[in-house]
Structures are given as C-alpha cells and as structure tokens.
C-alpha cells in the first residue's frame, strides 16, 4: 500500500512534555563518547552562560523520536515500516537544550514524493518549551523502500 499523499501538510497533535534532565544528558553524552564537561557539570555549563547542564546539539533526536512515531505507526498513512530507511536528518537550533526545559513536540509532514519505486518523506518536527518557546527545529527523510527494492 502506497503513502497516502493526502498526509502531506498534516500536523499531529503535540506530545506529552518531557522534562530534560541532567542524567538523560550525561546518558546521551556518553553514549555518543563526548567527554565536554558542559553535558555533566553545572558549573562547566553556567562557565558558558547556560543556566544548567547542556544537551549535546543531537540530543533532540531523543525527544522527536516519539513524535515520528505518530506518522510512522498512523494506520491511514499507509507507511510499511518493515521497508522504511533513515535517508537524513538535521537540527535547527534557536537555542541549546538545557537541564530543566520542559519539551513538547509536534511532528509536520511536509513532503511525500516517488523516486525510483521508493516514497520519500520528509517532515520537521518543532521541539519548544511548554511555554511555546521553539527551541529547536529537527528535519527528517524517511524512505519507503519500493517492493523490488
């Protein structure tokens, strides 16, 4: 079953908020293997003007997973997640994440198009404070790999 292209300018609803914590940082920190004392210590990060711990700039990976999710598992986009492939990523950063915020996310659907029997989706997911501040923008492809492929 194809990607339904109707999907394409859907917005889904956004997520629960998640609380950025120190631990989750340091986690993430060190399974990426980036020793900067920012993403562990307070006092390293308040040295750069942060008010806390800060998130390595791919940190919101962890936060719009969750929001792909919602498109990725909808049973009316017709996706076959059996067949889907990361084609790419990139973040937009008004600001870094930090140790406190408060993150809700919501997930566009901006493209959906056919190259070479496959679907190619690419959507942006806004990651912004429970006060509705953006802090960042994270762009994805996703491809829908064809039967013969």
């Known amino acids: 079953m194809p990607v339904d292209p109707s ?3 859907r917005t889904y609803p956004p997520s629960e908020p998640y609380r950025v914590s120190r631990e989750k940082i340091r ?4 399974a990426i293997g980036d020793p900067n004392p920012a993403y562990r210590s307070v006092e390293a990060a308040r040295a750069l003007g942060h008010a806390d711990v800060v998130a390595p700039p791919t940190f919101a990976i962890v936060l719009t997973l969750k929001a792909g ?3 990725l598992f909808d049973p009316a986009a017709g996706v076959d997640y059996s067949r889907v ?8 950063h008004e600001r870094p994440l930090v140790a406190g915020d408060e993150i809700t996310t919501a997930l566009t659907v ?16 806004e990651v912004r404070t429970t006060d509705g501040e953006l802090v960042a923008t994270a762009y994805a492809t996703i491809v829908v790999r064809g039967e013969s492929s």
């Open 69 to 71: 999710e919602a498109f």
């Open 85 to 92: 492939v990361h084609g790419d990523q990139r973040f937009v």
């Open 27 to 30: 986690e993430f920190a060190d």
């Open 110 to 125: 901006d493209t959906i198009r056919s190259a070479g029997g496959n679907e190619i989706i690419g959507n942006s997911t």
């Open 7 to 9: 999907f394409v300018g």
